[in-house]
């Protein structure tokens, strides 16, 4: 009963909606994406993120945080845990599960941060 709209989803083949094609309720996810702020950051890293991974489809978790540079990635493990992986410096890199690289200076590229915190894109 509860209905959750995250900032980025990924899906892979067909996408599955709620009671047929509504376009707002997806159902089969494989990714999903939150940005962090100071109002939803315990949220989505805490009850959402437990409302989450009960879809079957999902595969991995991101959460990015505005405040710094820092990128939490939660990947399914086949024995049913998650996997925690932390990024928090430009060059790092995160390694999806479909083929795909990200690297955090370029998801944080024209960013600043209070307190000298600005990343440098290399």
């Avoid at 989803?9 to 999903?32: A, W």
């Avoid at 990128?71 to 390694?95: M, Y």
């Amino acid at each position: 009963g509860l209905y959750t709209y995250p900032d980025v989803m990924v899906t892979c083949g067909d996408e599955q909606f709620l009671n047929g094609p509504r376009t707002s309720t997806l159902l089969n996810p494989i990714l999903i994406v939150e940005v962090l702020s100071d109002s939803t950051r315990d949220y989505d890293r805490g009850e959402k993120f437990e409302h989450y991974r009960r879809l079957s489809s999902l595969k991995e978790y991101l959460t990015v945080d505005q405040a710094k540079a820092h990128v939490e990635h939660w990947k399914f493990q086949e024995v049913g845990s998650w996997l925690l992986h932390e990024f928090h410096r430009p060059e790092d890199v995160i390694k999806l599960a479909f083929a795909v690289t990200l690297r955090l200076a370029d998801l944080y590229e024209k960013v600043t941060f209070e307190a000298g915190r600005e990343v440098h894109v290399q």
